[in-house]
């Protein structure tokens, strides 16, 4: 049972350039997360998706966009990478509303 | 909007010590839910626990505790006798409902974490 599971793991892009983080879980899990970590700052909730079909903004959504691709599978996208989206990405899922959510294994992004 | 208060950013312990974390939350709801989780220096979220807004009950596990004080909006974590494995960030985060969404999903506010050092 591999859980939630994200790629890559480390990612250099160049400033200006795009990337889709991956993110699939096997869990049969209705709802989806993006969060993103920075020191000092916890996690951040970017995107999320209550349930299949459905996406929408967490806190810190701008220059992001997500697909629910279907229920397993999640992806963040990056259209045209800045240096304040160098941060650590975590992928997470729930099975329903309030329940513990399981995070992936993280993203490290650095943007140069 | 919800909050999560982390005052601790880091503490250092010698092994054996007990040692507490704290955690403060604000939310309007009535009815919520807090998390705590794990972060070791390999980097992976793990889940420890979750306690619901209508159970005050305080919960142990192990060498683990949690004390839940509604009134104080405070649900505070114990370890016992730490061991240096228990070094980790560790963060306390609260659920929040999303609003007008049927079958599923938690929106978590995290607080900002207490990295916890266990020396020999």
Known sequence: ?112 | AQKVTQAQTEISVVEKEDVTLDCVYETRDTTYYLFWYKQPPSGELVFLIRRNSFDEQNEISGRYSWNFQKSTSSFNFTITASQVVDSAVYFCALSEALIGVTGGGNKLTFGTGTQLKVEL
């Open chain 1, 1 to 112: 049972n591999a859980g939630v599971t994200q790629t890559p793991k480390f990612q250099v892009l160049k400033t200006g350039q795009s990337m889709t983080l991956q993110c699939a879980q096997d869990m049969n899990h209705n709802s989806m997360y993006w969060y993103r970590q920075d020191p000092g700052m916890g996690l951040r909730l970017i995107y999320y998706s209550a349930s299949e079909g459905t996406t929408d903004k967490g806190e810190v959504p701008n220059g992001y966009n997500v697909s629910r691709l279907n229920k397993r599978e999640f992806s963040l996208r990056l259209e045209s990478a800045a240096p304040s989206q160098t941060s650590v990405y975590f992928c997470a899922s729930s099975r329903q509303q309030n329940t513990e959510a399981f995070f992936g294994q993280g993203t490290r992004l650095t943007v140069v």
